[in-house]
């Protein structure tokens, strides 16, 4: 009793280590509270993550030495230790080479062909479902749920004020091929974050997460094709097909296995020469948009350095192993008789609650990343089942968000209520529940 009894302080002494982590949550969570009833647009995102953690890193320095009595030096030795871990610095990497490529592609002409052509495809009684398309194929393209909205939604409101067509159901399109792509592209932040944390292939996870994503989608377009009307469809028909050939070549070299970072380089140099040919696009802009793109994803670069930081001294204090123990038994009181079903819930179920407080897909997957690895070690869900269901809650949590900056963007583009758009985003909940049935369907053989 008595040991039992000594491994339960512990265990909270350990947890006591987690404080950084809520206060970090607690003010990004808490100043967007405070600057939406004051009525500040994207209140959310006011305060940058990157900021927000430097007060959490400070306190866990000081936990640190209240706790294992280890001095400011050393801390900081595991600070940058943490920092500068392999997965940290090639995700940071990876991260400045998709902004890039984002913004040279959309330089050069592919953002707009893909939309043009995308829409001239489909007749008019097929708009809806055909917007949702054309997001899901830009967002895999872009990886980038925010830059498909910003591309669309001008398109999108222009149907709106010639169609008598609901604002928010259209906008409800529009969110559901957003989150399609953010999830499954292999070049979103989301991917990149989840396939480095859990140490998966790229074109592993996407092998897992196509066959959920895939079978909702579909159940998508047959409700968006029931809900829809025929609507006059006139757009610009006359965009060069060979805006989309960086998107198709740096998608299949990636699905061949191709290494990441050869595939967004040549995607970044592939771009510019189509836009050279075509668009006379420029030496000068080309360096000026790899910057562009580089600054781009300079909050999330910053942030992932130090949540690798402060995830090293949480673990050096014992925390995250204490927050996987924790986990690991709500999961296994919840499923007593399959440790691979408890593991994908204590997985799913972190990664879904995380991003409620952060509101960003991405910083609940760095944030969440170490404790969701050692629970899908323990239950032996494979890295790109782990991966895959970190991407998958995080972005239905995030589709789901009326105070996430895809809502928010969405409402204030078309002049919609975000409460309203997140009542139409099927795509999210509908993969809530697939995604639910078929990891519950594929380890069903395990349950004893």
Known sequence: MTEINTASKRSKKHLFSLLPFALFLGLFLGTGIILTLQGVDFAFYQLPASIAIIPAIILSIIIGKLLTKTTVDKQIEQFIRGAGHNNITTMCVIYLLAGAFAVVAKSTGSVDASVQLGLAIFPDYLLLPGLFLVAAFLSTAMGSSMGTIAAISPVALGFIDSASLDAALVAGCLISGAIFGDNLSIISDTTIAATRS??????????????????????????????????????????????????VVILVLALIGVNVFVVLIFGIILAATIG???????????????????????????????????????????????????????????IPNNDKRAAGLGVAGLAFIVNFFTANNTVSI?????????????????????????????????????????????????QVSPLAIASYAFYP????????????????????
């Not at 968006?224 to 960086?246: C, H, K, R």
């Not at 899908?376 to 991966?387: D, F, N």
């Not at 239905?396 to 969405?410: H, M």
């Open 366 to 414: 760095i944030v969440s990343g170490d404790t969701a690895k050692n629970i899908a070690e323990k239950g032996e869900l494979s890295p790109a089942e782990s991966a895959s269901l970190l991407d998958i809650f995080s972005c239905i949590n995030q589709g789901l968000l009326p105070y996430g900056a895809q809502i928010l963007l969405l409402g204030a583009s078309l």
């Open 276 to 334: 050279m040919l075509n668009n006379n696009y420029q030496l000068s802009e080309w360096l000026t948009d790899i910057t562009a793109g580089f600054s781009n994803m300079q909050d999330i670069f910053i942030l992932s350095l130090f949540i690798g930081g402060l995830s090293e001294l949480v673990r050096q204090q014992g925390g995250l192993a204490a927050l996987t123990r924790f986990i690991e038994n709500i999961a296994r009181k919840l």
């Open 198 to 247: 859990q140490g998966a292939e790229m074109k592993d996870k996407f092998k897992v997460n196509f066959k959920f994503a895939i079978p909702a989608a579909v159940i998508c377009l047959i409700l968006f094709t029931l809900l829809g009307s025929e609507v006059n469809n006139t757009v610009n028909s006359e965009a060069a097909i060979s805006g989309l050939i960086p998107y």
């Open 429 to 448: 909940m509908v993969l809530f529940f697939v995604a639910s049935y078929a990891f519950w369907h594929l380890t069903k053989k395990q349950a004893i």
